[in-house]
């Protein structure tokens, strides 16, 4: 509602306010003549108001049940039921108020996303530090950020800083970013300054994106919000057939009680004011949904379609290889990870961080690079140190020359284990592969569980990997149907397949999503960073990178259309049980205005409920930590599992010294590391997640799961400790591989449950309720 709509209203609250009051008064001092002239001019400049309104909407052929109140006021003053048209006045008034109220609370949320953008910044420039717009950032430039002041634009940290990103993901706990750690636009330092090497424009940032989401989305009118008026073809009528039965039967006051008792139509306050407060409460929970068409239509969803690569697998990808060729073996691994690494630093790709993030980790000095250029779903390429740096794609790295034979072998490597493999060229040569694991994220199937049980009849995968990447992916989520291999267009033409089934969603976060996110009926971008064209051709958008965010979603969408058509349902019923207790003179039409007014107010009131509900109560930060460890504690592991299933490939290759060196560190592992962590598990986890899932023993696989590893350590053990000196027999051979195999099998599983279990306590909610 725009300012001078809120003061109009106001204005019209106040005059209706005094003139009903003025009249009691008078009435009290015995003057009713007086009182009935207060009554009649306050009736008056209310029907003038609503006069306007009605031909405004008639005008642009968009008749409503406003028609009614005019109607009911014309009839108090024809037969002089002062009172009541001042009554209705009021009503009509007092309306307007809380639908200003209520809908500036509902976009409260919103409306503080935008108030929080930063305008300056602190830019250093020679030898001193200079305040400047914002939009005078450009990438390269180096800011300081003070204590408490809101990251202007995305950035690489230089040194240790404390962030609240709240705004941005909903998270409470501050964050912590390390030197040379990406570090978001929006979160407020929330420790000391530090400095931020600008990596976007304050235009392509990440907030910058958020806030013209939000401004998109205020624009948006909710299909609720006149649906009065689709209601006025039924609900006028019958409401004009009741009146004139009443007053053929020869009582015009009757008629007029209808007409009172049915104005204006809750619809009218309630239903717009519930579909408002469900994109607020959707903002608060890092949630941008651009209007509230797109929340009610998303209530409806019956199909999802998801992207795989950054939105079904994890958000942090890791470089598990590094491979040179010829023309890379001159510059060693760490100068083929450092070009190609220092590259990446400007690019919005999923797996660009993990480069950026292996760099640091190896101590590796990065270079910015400039003359930059991105080719969307190929690669990109830029100039570092002097070298013409590309990477990608080997279609696009090799410009269509053929590749080194070692290159065609990761390649087919990479295809086999269900790894991403991205190639670097040097000056023009392949000069070498980084191979990296994008692994399932924790959550994706139990979130997935959670979209069926909240009405999601059908879960189809869609990705350009090859189908053997594809088919690992999907089979472990138990999607309906993996589609691999597809290109943007023929991701588009999936969705059209779909929609028969019903509403169909489409979640992704790459920019090649674009035109399947638009062609969706409701496209869901994961994350916002920059607002590229995934955010853009969005209908919403999930701030914070957690799948589980889409459970919320619709959780809000469905909670808030329930309401509102709860309200529609409760206040058109009693509104005609009114109507016909009017028309048999059961009350006069000023005790009718009273009646349609409380119906009004308890139709907001309930419409409010909106914004409350759809949370997820906090399980504490303390637990949140402890599950963080034990997440910890499984990354930290990972190498030691991938040597179980190395040793137990090897086994027949290695020379007697070697078999037992291996064999004793996957003894350390499984017979002294092991044992100690799953102790602690059950002490400290597992009583929390069995509390919050409830049902008798829901625990009790992951505690069976436990057992049957610390059985197969023990018989590890037994054979290691019964091997000959001069090395394994082939009957040692198969039983070592067969106790490690399994080990392998039952870990990589029992680690997958628990991180699951993990990534939900982590995120420090539980589930939404669905309804």
Not at 424 to 450: C, E, Y
Not at 540 to 549: E, K, M, N, S, T
Not at 670 to 686: C, F, G, I, S
Request: hydrophobic share 50%; glycine share 10%; proline share 5%.
């Amino acid at each position: 509602m725009a300012v001078g709509s809120r003061d109009l209203s106001r204005v019209w609250l106040a005059t209706s306010i005094l003139g009903l009051a003025t009249g009691g008064v008078l009435t009290w001092m015995g003057l009713p003549d007086a009182a009935n002239v207060a009554w009649a001019v306050t009736t008056a400049v209310a029907l003038v108001s609503l006069l306007r309104d009605v031909v405004i909407g008639l005008l642009r052929r968009q008749p409503g049940v406003d028609v009614i109140a005019l109607l009911a006021m014309g009839g108090s003053l024809a037969l002089e039921e002062y009172l009541a048209g001042a009554v209705i006045a009021l009503m009509l008034a007092s309306g307007e108020a809380l639908e200003a109220f209520a809908d500036r609370r509902a976009h409260r949320e919103l409306s503080a996303l935008l108030d929080r953008a930063p305008r300056t910044v602190s830019r250093y420039e020679g030898n001193g530090l200079v305040e400047r717009p914002v939009g005078a950032v450009r990438r390269g430039d180096r800011l300081l950020v003070k204590p408490g002041a809101v990251i202007p634009v995305d950035g690489i940290a230089s040194t240790h800083a404390v962030l609240d990103e709240s705004a941005l993901t909903g998270e409470s706990r501050p964050v912590e970013r390390a030197d040379g750690d990406p570090i978001r636009s929006g979160a407020v330092n929330a420790g000391g300054a530090f400095d931020l090497l600008a990596t976007t424009t304050a235009e392509g940032s990440t907030y910058a994106g958020i806030v013209r989401l939000v401004r998109e989305a205020e624009r948006q009118k909710a299909p609720f919000v006149r649906l009065a008026d689709r209601y006025a073809a039924v609900f006028v009528p019958i409401t004009l057939v009741v009146a004139g039965v009443a007053w053929a039967a020869g009582d015009a006051t009757r008629a007029l009680s209808v007409l009172v008792v049915a104005t204006p139509c809750p619809l009218l306050l309630a239903v717009p004011i519930s579909i408002v407060s469900g994109i607020s409460r959707a903002a608060h929970r890092g949630i941008i949904v651009k209007g509230g068409g797109v929340l009610e239509t998303l209530a409806r969803a019956k199909v999802l379609v998801l992207d795989k690569t950054g939105t079904l697998t994890s958000g942090v990808p890791e470089v598990s290889d590094i491979e040179t060729f010829p023309v890379g073996d001159g510059f060693g691994l760490d100068g083929v990870l450092r070009l190609a690494a220092s590259l990446d630093q400007v690019s919005p790709h999923v797996l660009a961080a993990a480069l950026v993030r292996a760099a640091r980790v190896r101590g590796l000095e990065l270079s910015f690079p400039t003359d930059v250029r991105e080719r969307h779903g190929s690669g990109i390429e830029g100039t570092v140190d002097g070298h013409r740096v590309a990477l990608g794609k080997s279609s696009y790295v090799s410009e269509g020359a053929p590749m080194p034979a070692r290159a065609r072998e990761v390649r087919r490597r990479s295809m086999l284990d269900g790894s991403s493999c991205v190639f670097v060229a040097i000056d023009g040569t392949v000069a070498g592969a980084l191979i990296i694991d994008d692994p399932i994220r924790p959550d994706a199937p139990r979130v997935i569980r959670a979209l069926r049980r909240a009405g999601i009849e059908r879960v189809i995968m869609v990705t350009g990997d090859h189908p053997d990447v594809a088919e690992s992916v999907g089979a472990a989520l138990g999607v309906d149907r993996i589609l691999s291999e597809r290109d943007p267009s023929e991701k588009v033409e999936a969705l059209e397949a779909e929609r028969e089934a019903g509403v169909v969603v489409m979640v992704g976060d790459g920019l090649n999503d674009a035109p399947a996110l638009a062609a969706a009926d409701v496209g869901v971008a994961m994350g916002a960073r920059g607002a590229t064209a995934s955010s853009e051709a969005a209908d919403a958008v999930l701030v914070a990178d957690r799948l589980d965010g889409l459970v919320d979603a619709i959780a809000i969408a469905r909670r808030s259309r329930a309401i509102a058509i709860q309200s529609v349902v409760m206040g058109m019923g009693l509104a005609f049980a009114f109507m016909i207790g009017g028309a048999f003179g059961l009350f006069r039409p000023a005790v009718g205005a009273l009646i349609q007014e409380l119906i009004d107010v308890a139709a907001i009131l309930n419409a409010l409920r909106a914004l409350s509900g759809g949370g997820r109560p906090a399980v504490g930060r303390e637990t949140t930590d402890v599950a963080e460890r034990f997440r910890a504690e499984h990354r930290e592991f990972a190498p030691e599992l991938a040597r179980v299933r190395s040793v137990a490939d090897r086994l027949g290759e290695l020379a007697p010294g070697d078999v037992r060196r291996e064999l004793e560190a996957v003894r350390r592992f499984v017979v002294e590391r092991l044992p100690q962590h799953e102790e602690e598990e059950e002490a400290a986890v597992y009583p929390v997640v069995a509390r919050l899932l409830g049902g008798e023993d829901p625990m009790s696989s992951m505690a069976r799961a436990h057992l049957e590893i610390s059985h197969l350590a023990r018989v590890f053990r037994q054979l290691l400790d019964e091997l000959p000196e001069d090395g394994p027999t082939p009957d040692d051979l198969v039983d070592l591989r067969r106790v490690l195999y399994g080990l392998y099998a039952i870990l990589r599983l029992h680690f997958a449950q628990e991180d699951e279990a993990y990534a939900w306590l982590s995120s420090g909610e539980e589930s939404v309720p669905v309804g």
